[in-house]
Each structure stands twice: as C-alpha cells, then as structure tokens.
C-alpha cells in the first residue's frame, strides 16, 4: 500500500515524532510512505532519510492558510498514487480534507491528537 502522510513539519514535537514511528512501522509491514510538510523546520528530516521516505515539501512565505499549499497537496492526491492519506494536526486536516474533494481515489483518515485543554480557537477546532 502506499500512505500519504500529511503533517505541517518535521520540527522536533511529539506529533512528529508520532508519525515516522508510524512510518517506520507501516515500511516495516512492506508499505510505502511518503510524507508532505509545509512549514519548517525539519528537525527530523534526517531520521525520515534514514528510513527512505520521499517528503514533498512546499515553503509556505506567511503563517496562515496557502492556496499554494493546498494546490500542490492536491496534485499529490489527485495523481491517484495514494491508496490512503493521514493526517492528524488541526491544519494539516484542513488541508487535507480540502484537497481531496472530489477525488474519489485514496482513502482518507482524518483524526486529531490534542489535549482539550489546548488553548485553540473554536473556529479552528471546527
């Protein structure tokens, strides 16, 4: 299977550690995974080298929601080479949701991990 994984950066936080634990597994059980990130910085860019995973990277020149971003996360998507796509970050679900309407190939797990006591605007938590 190939897995599309969507995260805003490869910084050193716990998500993104989360996820090329996840990565390393899945390549472990055979599949392959790639990653897309829009944000710097890459703190465990060589960790995901090590393990051989392709990360599309786009370089966002301001804080806040890219139609760039969006654009090119939705020709990755769109290429049909996916047969599932995960994200688990407040932006990166939004852009991740966004990108595949209407594209009926690659499934898509949208899921998010966060305290409720994390200070979030509610209009972004929706």
């Known amino acids: ?12 936080g ?3 550690k989360a996820k090329l634990s996840l990565a390393e597994g899945l390549i472990n059980l055979g599949h392959k995974v790639e990653f897309f990130t ?3 910085p890459n703190f465990f860019s060589p960790m995901a080298k090590s393990l051989n995973i392709k990360v599309h990277r786009v370089t966002q020149n301001k804080n806040g929601f890219s139609l760039t971003t969006l654009v090119y996360l939705r020709k990755l ?3 049909g080479k996916y047969n599932l796509i995960i994200s688990t970050m407040y932006g990166p679900n939004i852009y991740a949701a966004l990108a595949k309407i209407f ?3 690659g499934s898509l797990i949208l899921c998010l991990e966060s305290s409720s006591k994390a200070p979030v605007p509610r209009l972004r938590k929706l």
Do not use: F, H, N, T
């Open 103 to 105: 594209i009926k190939k």
């Open 38 to 40: 829009y944000k710097e």
């Open 14 to 16: 716990g998500a993104q």
């Open 1 to 12: 299977m190939r897995i599309l994984i969507v995260i805003d950066s490869l910084g050193s």
């Open 77 to 79: 998507i769109s290429s």
